[in-house]
């Protein structure tokens, strides 16, 4: 946006008709604030933790490409980590049978199960959590 306010077409007492242009500019707008947010929000994180330490945790695009093309968060972060299935397996007390279906897509993986994973792996539980389609 330009700075100016967009001028509504049509007003009523619970909605508010615009252009479709200022529509888009008002989005983009508040998209920018967002994005402007978020990456305040990693700087200051970086600042606080050590700008090494903090980029441990960030994905590259390729594994972020993996994850995205349905691969398990859980095999993505546990190969980042330089973990074995076994390993990751004995440290989270869980079963190498039970982490090998959850890194196929064969079970979801109890909360219990994610929770104890994210902890051996340090990073927060919902970053395992798989999205379909």
């Known amino acids: 946006m330009t700075g100016l306010l967009p001028r509504p077409l049509a007003e009523t007492r619970s909605t508010v ?16 604030i967002e994005d402007r947010a978020a990456m305040d929000a990693v700087l200051a994180h970086e600042e606080k933790v050590g ?3 903090a980029r441990r945790d960030y994905l590259t695009g390729d ?3 993996r ?5 398990s968060p859980v095999k993505v972060w546990r190969e980042k ?16 049978s039970y982490l090998a279906e959850i890194e ?13 994973l994210s902890r051996v792996l340090a990073i927060p ?9």
């Open 51 to 53: 700008k090494e330490v």
């Open 81 to 96: 980590r330089g973990l074995t299935q076994r390993d990751l397996a004995e440290q989270a007390a869980v079963s190498p």
């Open 63 to 65: 594994e972020m490409k």
């Open 17 to 32: 008709t615009l252009r479709k242009r200022d529509w888009k500019a008002l989005i983009a707008f508040l998209e920018d």
């Open 125 to 133: 539980m919902e970053n395992l959590l798989s999205h379909p389609g």
């Open 104 to 116: 196929t897509g064969k079970k979801p993986g109890s909360a219990a199960a994610l929770r104890k």
């Open 67 to 71: 994850i995205l093309d349905d691969e």
